[in-house]
């Protein structure tokens, strides 16, 4: 019996859904006694499953399948004309590791950017509490990678590193840099930092094709979508 094998999951109850109204969801989480192994990690990461503070976990919805888990081969990816200009245009920025921990930095650039592009969201409005549970967690393979602009925090990456690549778990970034597109930088920084680590993927979590705050990550090709349990390159 393989450890995955040996793994025990609980369904949640249908509740609606965040992405697509009129409908139900359902989620299937990894049980929370089981301890957060970056090796179990990267073996569902392979199946789907994201986190989302202490807990792994993938939709498991019974009349729907439009959440599709996506990742970038970094090693096969080539930016386009527009995101080399991201990539020169953000140059300047200083981008190093940190633990995951909370403070007053983070805590303001996480309000307001929840406060000025997710005022319609789940998240909204924010506090402490909130984003302690969501990202601040003690897991060895955890980073919070600051991005500053001569000293000045303007984006947080939230990234597990895994044996088999980055899982870009979520990035908070100053409402203000619009013209920097610092959350897609955010991602094309995560895949040369892959490349780097000679590691295989940038995991994005999943898209939705009817949902509109989803269609930036198809912008990133060669992509792979785990269709019927296999990664298909969409090109």
């Not at 509740?15 to 179990?40: G, I, K, N, R, W």
Request: glycine fraction near 4%; proline fraction near 7%; aromatic fraction near 14%.
């Amino acid at each position: 019996m393989t450890e995955l094998a040996r793994l025990k999951f609980y369904a949640t109850q249908p509740h609606a859904c965040s992405y697509l109204p009129d409908e139900q969801a359902t989620t299937l989480f990894l049980d929370p006694s089981q301890p957060m192994d970056a090796t179990v990690y990267a073996d569902l990461s392979e199946m789907g499953f994201r986190r989302s503070g202490d807990h792994l976990y993938r939709p498991h919805c019974q009349n729907c399948n439009a959440c599709v888990p996506a990742r970038i081969p970094a090693a096969r990816f080539s930016p386009n004309r527009q995101q080399k200009r991201i990539i020169k245009r953000n140059a300047d920025l200083v981008v190093t590791p940190a633990r995951p921990s909370f403070n007053e930095e983070y805590f303001d650039l996480y309000r307001r950017y929840i406060e000025q592009r997710h005022s319609d969201g789940d998240m909204y409005p924010p506090s402490r509490d909130q984003f302690s549970t969501f990202l601040v967690r003690d897991l060895p393979f955890s980073r919070f990678y600051e991005f500053r602009l001569e000293g000045r925090l303007v984006a947080v990456a939230v990234t597990d590193l895994l044996p088999n690549g980055l899982s870009a778990v979520y990035t908070f970034y100053e409402p203000s840099e619009e013209r920097r597109s610092l959350g897609r930088f955010a991602i094309l920084w995560q895949v040369g930092e892959t490349l780097r680590l000679e590691l295989d993927a940038v995991y994005l979590g999943y898209w939705i094709k009817n949902c509109k705050k989803m269609n930036y990550k198809t912008q990133y090709r060669p992509i792979e979508l785990l269709i019927n349990q296999r990664w298909v390159t969409l090109n």
